[in-house]
T-cell receptor, first 109, second 117 residues
Framework: GQNIDQPTEMTATEGAIVQINCTYQ??????LFWYQQHAGEAPTFLSY??LDGLEEKGRFSSFLSRSKGYSYLLLKELQMKDSASYLC??????????WGAGTKLIIKP | GAVVSQHPSRVICKSGTSVKIECRSL??????MFWYRQFPKKSLMLMAT?????????EQGVEKDKFLINHASLTLSTLTVTSAHPEDSSFYIC?????????????FGPGTRLLVL
């Protein structure tokens, strides 16, 4: 079967760095997405990786290793507003999205 | 495994026809489901919130007469794109809210790719 694994919950300190991991097993691969979702709001697009390597976008970076079926989202200089759920999703060979359950990130002062 | 399914996964239709997309929660009851549209730049736009047994709540700019939503049961919501036009071609994603556990969780469906010719 197809599945995406990511930690259920993580806690980090304001100003620090946190890495949220995502491992996947899917039938085919057409890219991996990271979304941020605050409670009661729609997900916000953060990144899309289709090639191996690191994509940096401000305080957020996303890494992909297709051979390992692995990605991570790196958040630097954490701010309280970064407290949210982070969703990992993979587009499979049929261009269907396989979603992880999301990682709830709690930022403490 | 998947907890939210969508049917069909992809559909091609002629301009002017209507298309119905189903969203099902597979092993939980969802009083609330959401319909999104994914744009080419990967952003998700919330179209509407579907509430079981009552009218859907549409986001600003979304035509409720064009995108008909019905949430007739606790496990099924449908989105009907009426009189579809090529500009309606997109990837439609639904999600369902699971409030049965200690932590409210939103599960997303695999999406439906609509192409209007």
């Amino acid at each position: 079967g197809q599945n995406i694994d990511q930690p259920t919950e993580m806690t980090a300190t304001e100003g620090a760095i946190v890495q949220i991991n995502c491992t996947y097993q899917t039938s085919g691969f057409n890219g991996l997405f990271w979304y941020q979702q605050h409670a009661g709001e729609a997900p916000t697009f953060l990144s899309y990786n289709v090639l191996d390597g690191l994509e940096e976008k401000g305080r957020f970076s996303s890494f992909l290793s297709r051979s390992k079926g692995y990605s991570y989202l790196l958040l630097k200089e954490l701010q309280m507003k970064d407290s949210a759920s982070y969703l990992c999703a993979v587009m499979d060979s049929n261009y269907q999205l396989i979603w992880g359950a999301g990682t709830k990130l709690i930022i403490k002062p | 495994g998947a907890v939210v399914s969508q049917h069909p996964s992809r559909v091609i239709c002629k301009s002017g026809t209507s298309v119905k997309i189903e969203c099902r929660s597979l092993d939980f009851q969802a009083t609330t489901m959401f319909w999104y549209r994914q744009f080419p730049k990967k952003s998700l736009m919330l179209m509407a919130t579907s509430n079981e047994g009552s009218k859907a709540t549409y986001e600003q700019g979304v035509e409720k007469d064009k995108f008909l939503i019905n949430h007739a049961s606790l496990t099924l919501s449908t989105l009907t794109v009426t009189s579809a036009h090529p500009e309606d071609s997109s990837f439609y994603i639904c999600s369902a809210r699971d409030t049965t556990g200690s932590m409210e969780t939103q599960y997303f469906g695999p999406g439906t790719r609509l192409l209007v010719l």
